[in-house]
């Protein structure tokens, strides 16, 4: 199975249920041992987790994206 390389930008994966093994044994080379996957996590997969998160979460994450975000305007 191949996992998600430590130099993808703008790329997130999530660990998923393995669709052609459901409800079998784990082998196809498409998961591990315990039927998952790794698969490119869509933006509104994204949205909806951060949406669910607590409001604790959500503003430490903000707090991560504002700092991202002015450290990029100063190397312009």
Do not use: H, Q
């Amino acid at each position: 199975m191949d996992e998600p390389k430590e130099n993808d930008k703008g790329v997130l994966y999530v660990r998923s249920i393995c669709l052609s093994c459901l409800d079998k044994t784990y082998s196809c080379p498409y998961c591990d041992g315990e039927g998952k996957t790794y698969i490119e996590a869509a933006d509104k997969t994204v949205a909806r987790w951060i949406r669910n998160l607590s409001e604790e979460r959500k503003s430490v994450i903000m707090k991560y994206m504002i700092k991202g975000f002015e450290n990029e305007e100063k190397k312009k």
